[in-house]
């Protein structure tokens, strides 16, 4: 509490603000071209690309930390590396906003925090009432598969689960309407606080945190069916790809050592689980989105969706997360504000500037420990610009993404390269070629200049 009112200098509400109350929708390790808005031609998101639309869908947006805990402490206090600063929650409750959490937001371990239901490492006190939501999850009863092991059964015994070393290559498809699983419980438990909310009148803060398409991949078997594996196409790896990588660049977690390179009918149904839940969270969003425009809180509620970090599926021959790469740095991240037109911008942005936005929006102003920037002159125009590069992190290394590079300076002294207009999936690591030497040399400044300010 001495925290919050030592803040309260700094947080003063202005009386012309025009949007009323924030909802974030963050889904788990949602990479942004499993979208259909972000240009995947078999996802099925009608609910998630309806959003972008109506909203700015920002193509160039950056995560910070590059798995679950880093990030979500980055962006609940808008700091590039998050610890004991005052988040989002606690901001907004001293200006008489109600913060409520529904489901996972600051990190919860999956499966292990959502089987049993615990806050894992939440922040209680950037909340004034909190939800979790259990699921059963790799121990569904249905059809459990762990790809890399090519084990298939509907047994209960032996399957890989919470601190297991195989967890993340499980899926389960099972017979029913999916109403057991987190993320519905997370949309109906959301739907009723926005009825509650509609009838308080206070203005709220309304975080949703959604698991999936985190594994393990659990959803009703329509929406397996939705994505025959055999119809999926796998990413095209080049011969030789990591010859060129320093070894800090080379995911732990790929294909040969998790032994999945044996099995490419698995590879492909490792994107079809991937794919699956992602149309299930898609649902989930819709079913909070309609509420919302039913209740007429659209007309005064900015919505903000995004997930924490990208994610692998045998891209370079790499899975997950926790690297530099550009499918695990990149986010899907669409703003839509009752007051601002819809739009497309390619402008560079970072997780971290949620906060501050949230803050501009509601007419507030960010503590002054938050490093992000407001996106508002973006919303307001597109074509806009607040900051010429991103950074991410990994406790080997950082990245900083500017509009045509992206750098990557690890702290063994190794770099890496890639022209991201000619080679954006970054197959051709330029730091030995001399003709871009002077180009080099400039990012090496430039992300000297900026991670030392952050």
């Known amino acids: 509490m001495n925290r919050l009112i030592g803040f309260l200098f700094f947080s003063v509400l202005f009386v012309d603000a025009k949007v009323d109350n924030i909802l974030l929708i963050v889904s788990d390790d949602l990479k942004a071209d499993a979208l259909g808005c972000y240009g995947n031609p078999i996802a099925k998101t009608p609910n998630i690309d309806q959003l972008a639309k109506q909203g700015t869908l920002f193509r160039n947006a950056y995560c910070q930390g590059?798995?679950?805990?880093?990030?979500?402490?980055?962006?609940?206090?808008?700091?590039?590396?998050?610890?004991?600063?005052i988040t989002w929650g606690e901001h907004f409750q001293i200006n008489g906003f109600s913060s409520t959490r529904v489901g996972?937001?600051?990190?919860?371990?999956?499966?292990?925090?959502?089987?049993?239901?615990?806050?894992?490492?939440?922040?209680?006190?950037?909340?004034?009432?909190?939800?979790?939501?259990?699921?059963?999850?790799?121990?569904?009863?249905?059809?459990?598969?762990?790809?890399?092991?090519?084990?298939?059964?509907?047994?209960?015994?032996?399957r890989q689960s919470t601190q297991m070393p195989y967890r993340m290559f499980v899926t389960v498809d099972y017979e029913g309407d999916g109403s057991d699983q987190p993320d519905w419980k997370a949309a109906s438990k959301s739907i009723e606080l926005l009825k509650k909310f509609k009838k308080d009148k206070q203005p709220f803060f309304l975080a949703t945190g959604l698991v999936r398409p985190h594994y393990p991949n659990v959803a009703p078997s329509q929406y397996f069916?939705?994505?025959?594996?055999?119809?999926?196409?796998?990413?095209?790896?080049?011969?030789?790809?990591?010859?060129?990588?320093?070894k800090a660049a080379i995911?732990?977690?790929?294909?040969?050592?998790?032994?999945?390179?044996?099995?490419?009918?698995?590879?492909?149904?490792?994107?079809?689980?991937?794919?699956?839940?992602?149309?299930?969270?898609?649902?989930?969003?819709?079913?909070i989105l309609r509420?919302?425009?039913?209740?007429?809180?659209?007309?005064?509620?900015?919505?903000m969706f995004t997930s924490d970090h990208g994610y692998l599926l045998g891209e370079h021959y790499?899975?997950?997360?926790?690297?530099?790469?550009?499918?695990?740095?990149?986010?899907?991240?669409?703003?839509?504000?009752?007051?601002d037109k819809p739009g497309i911008s390619t402008s560079l942005v970072e997780l971290v500037d949620l906060f501050p936005t949230a803050c501009e929006m509601v007419g507030l102003q960010s503590p002054p420990s938050v490093q992000g920037s407001s996106l508002l002159p973006i919303l307001k125009n597109p074509k806009k610009e607040v900051k010429k590069s991103a950074l991410s992190f990994i406790p080997k290394g950082t990245s900083m993404r500017t509009k045509k590079w992206a750098y990557m300076k690890y702290k063994d002294g190794t770099e890496e390269l890639y022209d991201m207009k000619n080679d954006p999936k970054q197959f051709k690591n330029l730091v030995s070629n001399d003709s871009y030497s002077e180009v080099l040399n400039k990012l090496r400044t430039q992300f000297k200049t900026r991670n030392k300010s952050n």
Not at 72 to 85: H, N, W
Not at 256 to 284: P, S
Not at 291 to 303: H, N, P, Y
Not at 318 to 339: A, C, D, H, M, Y
């Open 66 to 85: 590059t798995v679950c805990r880093p990030s979500r402490a980055s962006f609940m206090r808008g700091r590039y590396i998050g610890k004991e600063e």
């Open 104 to 158: 996972k937001i600051f990190h919860m371990r999956v499966p292990g925090d959502i089987i049993a239901g615990t806050d894992g490492q939440d922040v209680p006190a950037c909340w004034s009432a909190k939800f979790n939501m259990p699921g059963k999850e790799a121990h569904t009863p249905g059809n459990y598969a762990c790809l890399n092991l090519n084990k298939f059964t509907t047994k209960l015994e032996g």
């Open 225 to 246: 069916s939705a994505y025959p594996f055999k119809q999926m196409n796998l990413p095209f790896v080049p011969a030789g790809d990591w010859e060129d990588m320093p």
């Open 251 to 287: 995911s732990g977690s790929n294909s040969k050592r998790f032994g999945i390179d044996k099995f490419q009918d698995n590879q492909k149904r490792m994107w079809a689980g991937y794919l699956a839940t992602v149309t299930f969270m898609d649902e989930q969003v819709g079913r």
């Open 291 to 303: 509420t919302l425009k039913e209740l007429g809180l659209d007309q005064s509620t900015a919505v």
């Open 318 to 339: 790499f899975w997950q997360k926790g690297n530099l790469r550009e499918e695990v740095t990149r986010v899907p991240l669409i703003i839509k504000s009752p007051i």
